[in-house]
Nanobody, 125 residues
Framework: VQLQASGGGLVQAGGSLTLSCAAS????????MGWFRQAPGKEREFVAA????????SYADSLKGRFTIARDSAKNTVSLQMNSLKPEDTAVYYC???????????????????WGQGTLVTVSS
């Protein structure tokens, strides 16, 4: 599975942005999907995850209520809606997929087998 994240850019604090992750080469409808982010000088951290059928989601506690993950199986995409953005949300955002045989949502980067190249989100104050 090859993943391509897009939608990043520069936004003012309080604004919104929607990231999209598209797969090429094969469908990822059988994969648990996740979003992670990495700020300069920091470790890559979990943002959100979604189950294969989209019925279950998981969020980093600090982001719950501001970020929403969703998937569109028909379009083979996963999105991350980000609202009320803060300067501390500035990071490179990555989408990732777990192995198709796994159904459990995960919050650790090492539990994801496939990664996109990342898209930069910059939130100005």
């Amino acid at each position: 599975v090859q993943l391509q994240a897009s939608g990043g850019g520069l936004v003012q604090a309080g604004g919104s942005l929607t990231l999209s992750c598209a797969a090429s080469g094969r469908t990822f409808s059988n994969n648990v999907m996740g979003w992670f982010r990495q700020a300069p000088g920091k470790e890559r951290e979990f943002v959100a995850a979604i189950s294969k059928n989209g019925a279950s989601t998981s969020y980093a506690d600090s982001l719950k209520g501001r970020f929403t993950i969703a998937r569109d199986s028909a379009k083979n995409t996963v999105s991350l809606q980000m609202n009320s953005l803060k300067p501390e949300d500035t990071a490179v955002y990555y989408c990732a997929a777990r192995s198709p045989s796994i159904t459990v949502l995960a919050r650790t980067r090492y539990q994801y087998s496939y990664w996109g190249q990342g898209t930069l989100v910059t939130v100005s104050s």
